[in-house]
């Protein structure tokens, strides 16, 4: 059974169709890789598959986990397994990355966290992931850099276990070495019972990660699905050409 479907997903925010007719087929233990022009339509996928509440479904179905969940909720998605960052721009003195962190695993996952135990697994996560371990003690977001927030981002991965990963443009803005941190601890929280969704178009984090799957997003669909081989055709040829190959 697939972990997630998308049949025919089209989707509009303020009344213009972004999403038009986008299939695409997730199982469990896959890395997927998207791509596409800037404007694509990718960060609108990936705000459509949590539930943002600006992006309206206009057809088709979102199938997670053998139900279709068109019209849940973003936290009700969350509780089902589905991880989308929760991305906490502003700065929240008082607050540290753990308090946080346990806050979010007591709310997706419904059970209370003992201090303690949390704390523990947590250590052993950050020693996994290669993230010093006074950052859980950092208060949330205050003088954090890119790269420190995008650890946040895995953090929170590790420690709420979802059953699929959407990492959206996770690498922007980050240099060479974060980078390896936070794409190698993603690559390491993959396993049998997971997927990722990964959108970029930075193909270093390729160094990292291995796809099963790679997929062009185009004007709202997926015009073409591959192997890594299609990283290289873009890298090479751009996104024009393709268009032109496909007579799109
Ligand atoms: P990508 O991530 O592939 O660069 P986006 O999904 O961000 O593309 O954007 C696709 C199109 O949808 C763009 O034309 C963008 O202007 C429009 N769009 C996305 N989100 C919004 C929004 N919240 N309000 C208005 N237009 C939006
Ligand atoms: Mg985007
Ligand atoms: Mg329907």
């Known amino acids: 059974m697939s972990l997630l479907e998308l049949k ?3 989707a509009k925010v303020e009344d213009k169709e972004i999403l038009k007719g986008l299939n695409l087929n997730i199982n469990k233990g896959e890395v997927h890789v ?5 404007g694509a339509g990718k960060s609108t996928l990936a705000s459509v598959l949590v539930g943002h509440p600006k992006y309206e479904i206009s057809g088709g179905d979102i199938i997670f986990d053998g139900e279709e969940i068109n019209d849940l909720a973003v936290d009700e998605r969350a509780q089902k397994g589905m991880f989308l960052s929760f991305q906490y721009p502003e700065e929240i003195p008082g607050l540290t990355v753990e ?12 059970e209370k966290q003992y201090f303690m135990q949390f704390h523990q697994e947590l250590v052993e996560k950050m020693e996994r992931l290669h993230i010093d371990p006074t ?3 950092r208060h949330l977001n205050v003088g954090f850099s890119g790269g420190e927030k995008k650890k946040n981002e895995i953090l929170q991965m590790a420690v709420l ?7 959206d ?3 922007s803005g980050l240099d060479r070495d974060a980078t390896k941190i ?3 601890g993603v690559q390491k929280l993959k396993n049998d019972n997971n997927a990722l969704l990964i959108i970029t178009h930075y193909n270093k984090v390729l160094d990292y990660l291995k796809p099963d799957f790679v997929h062009i997003l185009m004007d709202g669909r997926i015009v073409k699905s591959g192997g890594i081989e299609l990283v290289e055709y873009i890298e090479k040829n751009g996104y024009q050409k393709m268009k032109e190959e496909l007579g799109l």
């Open 182 to 184: 936070v794409f190698e």
């Open 34 to 38: 998207i791509m596409g022009p800037n």
């Open 161 to 167: 276990e979802p059953k699929l990963a959407i990492l």
């Open 135 to 137: 950052y859980a003690d």
């Open 169 to 171: 443009e996770t690498d």
């Open 8 to 10: 025919e997903l089209k």
């Open 99 to 110: 308090d946080f962190l346990r806050a979010a695993k007591e709310a997706v996952s419904g």
